[in-house]
């Protein structure tokens, strides 16, 4: 349970009976699982929430290529070393703005040598 062993599991209930009266204990308990419930209800949610959109992602791609349209462009697709490069609807890198310009190089100033 929990990845517990007997051990563990006895000196955890030890140092809770320290901390919590016992007259409090079924209280307490009580209000331990509630937070574990609500902690697996959000984390399922989640999940159920990241499942449907693997699914849409999945239709999206299986109609673009029933329809015989290019598969939606994703960094894999592109084959773009770039995944910062944004992708229009068209699946053609959208236009970016201009880098800015690199500062002029320096020359080199030969030192003399100390003797």
Same mark, same amino acid.
Not at 12 to 25: E, G, Y
Not at 34 to 49: D, F, P, S, V
């Given at each position: 349970?929990?990845?517990?062993?007997?051990?563990?599991?006895?000196?955890?209930?030890?140092?809770?009976?320290?901390?919590?009266?016992?007259?409090?204990?079924?209280?307490?308990?009580?209000?331990?699982?509630?937070?574990?419930?609500?902690?697996?209800?959000?984390?399922?949610?989640?999940?159920?929430? =990241?499942?449907?959109?693997? /699914?849409?992602? *999945?239709? &999206? #791609?299986?109609?673009?290529?029933?329809?015989?349209?290019? %598969? @939606?462009?994703?960094? =894999?697709?592109?084959?773009? /070393?770039?995944? *910062?490069? &944004? #992708?229009?609807?068209?699946?053609?890198?959208?236009?970016? %703005? @201009?880098?800015?310009?690199?500062?002029?190089?320096?020359?080199?100033?030969?030192?003399?040598?100390?003797?």
């Amino acid at each position: 349970m929990f990845g517990l062993d007997f051990g563990e599991f006895l000196i955890l209930f030890i140092v809770v009976l320290v901390f919590v009266n016992p007259k409090d204990l079924p209280k307490f308990i009580y209000q331990v699982g509630k937070i574990y419930g609500q902690l697996m209800e959000a984390y399922h949610a989640m999940t159920r929430q =990241l499942n449907q959109l693997g /699914e849409q992602a *999945r239709l &999206e #791609i299986e109609r673009a290529k029933w329809e015989g349209d290019k %598969t @939606p462009p994703t960094p =894999l697709t592109t084959g773009k /070393e770039d995944p *910062r490069e &944004e #992708i229009g609807p068209t699946g053609e890198p959208v236009a970016q %703005t @201009p880098a800015k310009t690199a500062a002029p190089k320096k020359r080199a100033v030969k030192r003399k040598k100390k003797r």
